[in-house]
């Protein structure tokens, strides 16, 4: 009588690691507070890597990276080089990872004046003049924009690359979730300034939903229209310096934020 030998039913999972640059950690949080959600796609990978997480630690290569921050140093700028020869997939998460984040106000000053009065020692302290984008450095398969991030774009984010098809991520502005929750327009309402019509959609239009102006958080949508916002802006009554201190927030080194702000700052508001 012959007798067969069993196979394996077990499957390789794809593997995903999370990394961090210069940032706050709030979205390697976010995806830690996903909860339930996250536990339905750990089903399907393995996370190898996520120091925040855990202190097991899986050498590469990774199906997938998420990665958090800005380059700020040179060995940032190799560190990021050798994750993307490790990672099939490189996914940017955050406003720090797309655009260099707060960090980026930096950019263009004099970073020897900012370092000296900070640091007691500013000799012992090695950093690049800016503070750039993953994208900059290094091909980027995504990104995933928000200051934090949401969490369900982050889970759909995941999904659909083990899925292989595209991540359904909005590309429209704040304005449309405004009119998803009936909130009334506040700049037009109550004359307050937001950058809710050049900014991607994405947090459910809190800020504007609490009687405040956005604040770029997901940084800018598609094709935004920088500079009707700012005769808008200027009607309201804000002032040139005003004006471009609301580009440079959270996204302002981001291009079309970063352009008009340098465009209010040399031309003024006629420009």
């Not at 830690?32 to 120091?51: K, N, Q």
């Not at 999904?159 to 704040?174: E, K």
């Not at 947090?203 to 997901?218: E, H, I, K, T, V």
């Not at 302002?252 to 934020?257: H, I, L, R, V, Y």
Request: aromatic letters at 6%.
């Amino acid at each position: 009588m012959m007798t067969s030998t069993p196979q394996s039913t077990e499957t390789t999972k794809p593997t995903l690691a999370v990394w961090k640059f210069a940032s706050c950690d709030g979205c390697q949080l976010t995806l830690l507070d996903c909860e339930d959600h996250l536990l339905d796609v750990i089903g399907r990978i393995d996370i190898a890597y996520f120091p925040e997480a855990s202190s097991a630690m899986v050498a590469g290569p990774y199906d997938v990276s998420l990665v958090e921050g800005s380059i700020t140093t040179l060995s940032d700028a190799e560190r990021i080089a050798e994750i993307r020869r490790q990672s099939k997939v490189l996914i940017t998460i955050g406003a720090c990872a797309t655009a260099g984040g707060i960090q980026a106000l930096r950019n263009g000053r004099d970073i020897s004046e900012f370092v000296g009065i900070v640091y007691a020692h500013p000799e012992f302290i090695s950093t690049l003049d800016t503070s750039t984008p993953i994208a900059d450095h290094v091909e980027v398969d995504f990104e995933l924009r928000g200051c934090p991030i949401d969490p369900g774009q982050l889970i759909e984010t995941i999904a659909a690359h083990l899925a292989g098809r595209p991540a359904r991520i909005p590309t429209t502005s704040v304005c449309v979730e405004c009119k998803a929750r009936a909130n009334p327009c506040i700049m037009v309402a109550a004359g307050t300034p937001c950058l809710g019509p050049v900014t991607m959609g994405g947090c459910g239009a809190l800020c504007p939903a609490y009687g405040r102006g956005c604040y770029g958080c997901f940084g800018p949508m598609e094709q935004p229209n920088t500079a009707s916002l700012v005769r808008w802006f200027g009607q309201l009554g804000l002032g040139d310096r005003e004006i471009a201190r609301a580009f440079r927030s959270f996204n302002g080194w981001a291009e079309p934020f970063r352009a008009a702000a340098d465009s209010i700052e040399t031309n003024g508001i006629g420009s």
